[in-house]
Nanobody
Framework: QVQLVESGGGLVQPGSSLRLSCVASEFTLDYFAMGWFRQAPGKEREGVSCISSSDGSTYYTDSVKGRFTISRDNAKNTVYLQMNSLKPEDTAVYYC??????????????????WGQGTQVTVSS
């Protein structure tokens, strides 16, 4: 059974940084696009950042460009999301996601095969 386990969330002040991690088990993530979604209260879940399996190309939603960086370590079966210059509007539950394909854009547009359980990120002074 595929498992995606996120960690690294927390309560931070505006301008701070966090790094989210997603460890995959029961499959090798080398062949699949991986990514991060988030859902704030009262809002739809949105694709934040995704990374392809083929060439490492990435996708970022406009609101996080220049602040967030996605990366993957296939040897550790882990995907990361480095979040800098956090803003209150980044507050949400962040979910790790796995695609059945290789496209970063496809995954972030919703072609999700498996979800993690989510980790809360709260940005507040």
């Amino acid at each position: 059974q595929v498992q995606l386990v996120e960690s690294g969330g927390g309560l931070v002040q505006p301008g701070s940084s966090l790094r989210l991690s997603c460890v995959a088990s029961e499959f090798t993530l080398d062949y699949f696009a991986m990514g991060w979604f988030r859902q704030a209260p009262g809002k739809e879940r949105e694709g934040v950042s995704c990374i392809s399996s083929s060439d490492g190309s990435t996708y970022y939603t406009d609101s996080v460009k220049g602040r967030f960086t996605i990366s993957r370590d296939n040897a550790k079966n882990t995907v990361y999301l480095q979040m800098n210059s956090l803003k209150p509007e980044d507050t949400a539950v962040y979910y790790c996601a796995q695609s059945n394909g290789y496209s970063a854009l496809g995954l972030c547009e919703g072609w999700v095969a498996n979800w993690g359980q989510g980790t809360q990120v709260t940005v507040s002074s």
